[in-house]
């Protein structure tokens, strides 16, 4: 409706650059993550700092909740409304302020798509090192809230690694700079903590990231396993053997199958069970060398074929292939939820073998596409929204694949964020004491607590639902893996009906 | 709350007419967003309403009764410049496309059922473009007004400024009309010298004979010089493109039914095509005969037939030119040719294997011009946008701007003229035909 809310958001912005109909609003009821969704009171279209900071001013004073959002590309919920809040759209602040190619820093927008940057400073062989899977269309400012990582994190590190100062507009509309372009920024680490903050603690409206100079040279392979197993022990060896590859990626068959339906068509064997994209980079002198001991410890591993790009559209074909996957699950199902569990490396084996068993006992395909090499899980959980109770069951599988990663010594979380979508796992993987200083971390910033509330960080309430939960599912594990297979499918869908369901899929009733 | 349509009562879709968007196609969409950066209206303006994801997101909430049919929907579907950039990148392989002309053909219904019709649109949609005749007429009367002075006085007196500032624009950038239009000029058959190596019936366009009709001669010339016996069928009509973009498709199928049959008649292996646009649209007949088995069928066959010239020139085999042509150049992808045909590699084979071509690649060559069918006369904003970033990207030394849609000609004949540079903007199969010539006069 339009109120005098709506009228002072106009003040600001303008009339086109503020979208309040019920019905126009409607498209940003969700982001990539789609098995949950709410409608925003109004969408806002900022162009500057001090518009931002005009809207968050006024949202805060008047106590209207309000969110962040980028490109809406996140696997999260992160820039899912939950109702009712301003959706402060970041899209059209997407401009390269400066860059610095001496001391290789370069000061963005926050809108500003993660590739452009890539893009507009190749020309001086430099590049913006963390790439997620959505690198071409996904921003700065949604990689900055989400602490991104992408396939070569391995060997460059996440987002947080990159990014050395920011300005940033605070829940109450007050702006201050964080962190230091160059050297160390004494006392509290600010911008750590707001880099992967999800939107809670402020909106960075300029970011100062660091750039590299292109390595000289990198070798790209492909190698197929007839057995998960081996991949997966190539992978733990070489790492093992000292060598620190650029990414290691692993794709499973039936991920295989979606991207070979797709425009970025490779032509995997339909009989491999695992496939492992291997890059190396550094000086020209030792890649070959490298590439070299890495496949013969993929031969070690009884590989059934491995190959090195012969040119540059080759590579870039695989690398299409892996980054693509996700979005290519549309070949095999209307709708899927990807994971985030990140395990250590030696444990692979193992824990896709445990996501396998909850595939089968849910029944519901789960792809794997994952960085292999920093042990960072993507089961991609395919389900269909239209048949009934199959929304349900694969947020309960996909938590339960999170547990497994808990379980197996790792995290809920690898890149992607909380959200809404893992804020129930959040009291898995904490205690109580624990998730009790992020929350009065959240009260320094957002005494009000109305700046994306309802993600990253669960409210008590829900916490006390989640364990008690929890203590159910421990209590009876044991027992259910004694049971065969059908019958535990029954068990464990009437007890998740009765328990699970509640505290992982009612979040924002 | 987790989505479970299951759990809600069934709405009724604001999809009332017959065919409506359908499920298989929307359902495919797993709103990854890849598509988003590639689409040049979400470039233009960040909002997701605006952008493919978005619109096939509208598409299905209309489709399942949560949103109506109103300018929410409306709008967002008539700012897509159906230029197809998102169909490249999917992964998913979702048809935007094919969606949003849906959704038009909806929209199209809806307003004549209110009487809500625009009397321009509805002239030009089945007053026109569906009658040769009427088109021929058309072109004589602009041929007149060019060559009997009226242009020149048209001019000086200002009485152009009763047109749109687009339009005017338009007119400025009419290239001067020949003696008539190629499907009358041209004989009905015309045998290759050799060996016949294929048959092939030239589908001659609406704009493009009226326009460009020396693109068409040069079209039928370069198929013989490469053995290709080519006919045309004088009962075509224009393909319906056009009204398969406004949302008119009842119109569009009777247009596509009557070019079927005449192109059965001719009992040809090919239909050989010069303009993107019209290209697509015949490719796509059987997207408009979902309901009727029969015709739907004939469509297949139909479709099957089609060939973009430079398509079929590279597949029958085409003889590289022997004379030098020297002449620097760049290439535009039309989004009908690169993003709805996926045809690329063709026309840079053909150009560079003319002795003397200097093809210089434009970076985003296959980002839309804002041609867009008739996308520059309804929304003139984005697509002079679109045309200023089109124009920046031209390499600079270039003598020409090469290109395979007469749509994208005129836009970019406009953009050339706007900028008072010295750039030729020719068809593809035109740099092919001159340099053949040279070959018969050294």
């Known amino acids: 409706m339009r ?123 430099c590049y913006y090192a963390p790439d997620p899977s959505s690198q071409s269309v996904c921003t700065i400012g949604g990689n900055f809230a989400e602490n991104a990582g992408g396939s070569h994190c391995l060997k460059y590190g996440v987002t947080t690694n990159h990014i050395v100062a920011a300005k940033v507009v605070l829940p ?114 030792g890649v070959d060398d490298v590439m070299e001991r890495v496949v013969e410890l993929c031969r070690k591993h009884h590989v059934r074929e491995v190959r090195v790009a012969q040119s540059d559209g080759e590579r870039a074909l695989w690398w299409s292939s892996r980054k693509m996957a996700f979005g290519a699950m549309g070949r095999l199902s209307p709708d899927y939820i990807v994971q985030d569990g990140v395990i250590p490396r030696t444990r692979l084996t193992e824990v896709l073998q445990k996501i396998e068993g909850i595939s089968r006992r849910y029944g519901l395909r789960i792809a794997n596409v994952f960085h292999a090499g920093d042990g960072n899980l993507h089961p991609l959980v395919l389900y269909d929204s239209r048949v009934p109770g199959e929304a349900e069951r694969a947020v309960r599988a996909g938590s339960e694949v999170l547990r497994a990663c808990v379980d197996a010594g790792g995290s809920i979380t690898g890149e992607h964020g909380v959200g809404i979508e893992k804020i129930g796992e959040m009291a898995y993987m904490f205690s109580e004491d624990e998730l009790q200083v992020q929350r009065a971390v959240k009260a320094c910033f957002d005494g009000k607590g109305i700046v994306n509330a309802g993600k990253l960080i669960p409210l008590p309430g829900r916490c006390v639902e989640v364990k008690h939960a929890r203590e159910i599912i421990d209590d009876h594990w044991q027992i259910l893996n004694s049971f065969p297979d059908q019958a535990e499918v029954q068990v464990r869908a009437a007890r998740a009906e009765k328990t699970a369901a509640k505290p992982t899929t009612s979040v924002q009733g | 709350m987790v989505k479970d349509s299951s759990s809600m009562a069934p709405r009724l879709s604001d999809f009332c007419y017959p065919d409506a968007p359908e499920e298989d196609k929307y359902s495919v969409c797993v709103h990854c967003g890849f598509c988003l950066e590639v689409c040049p209206t979400y470039q233009a303006w960040g909002d997701e309403n605006h952008s493919p994801r978005g619109r096939v997101f509208l598409i299905k909430s209309c489709a399942e009764g949560e949103l109506p049919l109103d300018e929410s929907v409306i709008d967002p579907v008539f700012t897509c410049l159906d230029c197809r950039a998102c169909e490249t990148v999917c992964p998913s392989g979702v048809q935007v496309g094919a969606l949003v002309e849906e959704a038009r053909g909806q929209v199209f219904h809806a307003r004549r059922e209110h009487g809500d019709r625009d009397p321009l649109m509805r002239l030009f949609l089945r007053g026109i473009f569906p009658r040769p005749g009427r088109l021929k007429t058309i072109r004589r009367l602009v041929r007149f007004y060019q060559k009997s002075g009226l242009r020149t006085l048209a001019r000086s007196t200002g009485v152009m400024r009763v047109l749109p500032p687009q339009a005017r624009e338009m007119e400025d950038v009419i290239p001067e009309i020949g003696r ?53 069928p004088r009962e075509q009509i224009c393909c319906g493109a056009l009204q398969v973009h406004a949302g008119d498709r009842d119109m569009a199928r009777e247009m596509a039914k009557k070019n079927i049959e005449v192109f059965e008649r001719a009992g040809v292996d090919y239909i050989a095509i010069n303009a993107a646009g019209c290209g697509a649209a015949l490719k796509e007949y059987p997207e408009l005969f979902h309901d009727d088995p029969a015709w739907h069928e004939r469509a297949v066959q139909f479709s099957a037939r089609v060939r973009d010239i430079t398509q079929l020139l590279v597949e029958v085999g085409f003889d590289p030119p022997k004379a030098e042509l020297p002449m620097s150049i760049t290439y535009h992808d039309a989004c009908h040719l690169c993003h709805a045909q996926k045809i690329r590699r063709e026309p840079r084979s053909l ?65 050339v003229k706007k900028r008072n540079q010295q750039l030729r903007v020719m068809h593809t199969v035109e740099v092919l035909d001159l340099a053949y010539q040279r070959e018969e006069t050294p």
């Not at chain 1, 603690?201 to 392979?221: F, N």
């Not at chain 1, 057995?227 to 022990?233: E, I, L, Q, T």
């Not at chain 1, 093992?240 to 990414?247: K, Y």
Request: charged share 20%; net charge negative; proline share 6%.
């Open chain 2, 351 to 415: 150009l560079t294997s003319v002795p003397g071509v200097d093809l210089r690649e434009m970076p985003d060559s296959d980002r839309c011009c804002g041609s867009a069918g008739i996308y520059n006369l309804t929304h003139p904003d984005m697509a002079g946008e679109l045309l200023e970033r089109k124009m920046d990207d031209v390499p600079e030394g270039v003598e020409a701007i090469v290109m395979g849609n007469p749509g994208c000609m005129m836009q970019i004949r406009l953009g």
């Open chain 2, 180 to 232: 008539g239009p190629a499907i009358d000029v041209l004989p009905t058959v015309m045998v290759p010298k050799g060996a016949r190596k294929a048959t092939a019936a030239l589908f001659t366009g609406c704009v493009m004979d009226v326009f460009f009709s020396d693109v068409n001669e040069a079209t039928a010339r370069v198929m013989v010089r490469n053995g290709v016996e080519v006919h045309v």
């Open chain 1, 3 to 125: 109120d005098s809310h709506i009228d002072a958001l106009v003040e600001i912005v303008g009339e086109r650059r503020c979208l309040w109909q019920p019905n126009q609003v409607r498209a940003y009821a969700c982001d990539g993550y789609t098995a949950e969704s709410g409608l925003p009171r109004a969408v806002v279209f900022p162009e500057s700092t001090d518009e931002v900071a005009q809207i968050c001013r006024y949202l805060y004073e008047h106590e209207i909740p309000y969110l962040p959002r980028g490109a809406g590309t996140g696997l999260s919920g992160g820039a899912t409304p939950t109702g009712g809040q301003v959706v402060i759209n970041l899209a059209r602040m997407n401009r390269l302020l400066a860059v610095d190619f001496a001391n290789l820093r370069a000061i963005v927008q926050p809108g500003l798509v993660n590739l452009t940057l890539t893009r507009r400073i190749a020309h001086e062989d």
């Open chain 1, 172 to 285: 109450d509309g007050s702006v201050i700079d964080v962190g230091a372009p160059f050297g160390d920024a004494p006392g509290y680490d600010l911008l750590g903590l707001l880099v992967g903050s999800e939107g809670t603690l402020g909106i960075a409206t300029e970011i100062t990231v660091r750039i590299l100079k292109k390595p000289q040279s990198l070798r790209t392979a492909l190698a197929y396993f007839d057995r998960v197993a081996d991949a997966s022990d190539t992978v733990t060896d070489i790492i093992v053997a000292g060598i620190i590859p650029a990414a290691i990626e692993m794709m499973d068959q039936l991920a295989m199958q979606a991207v070979d339906k797709s425009n970025y068509h490779v032509g995997y064997p339909n009989d491999i069970e695992a496939v492992l994209l291997i890059e190396v980079d550094g000086l020209t002198a």
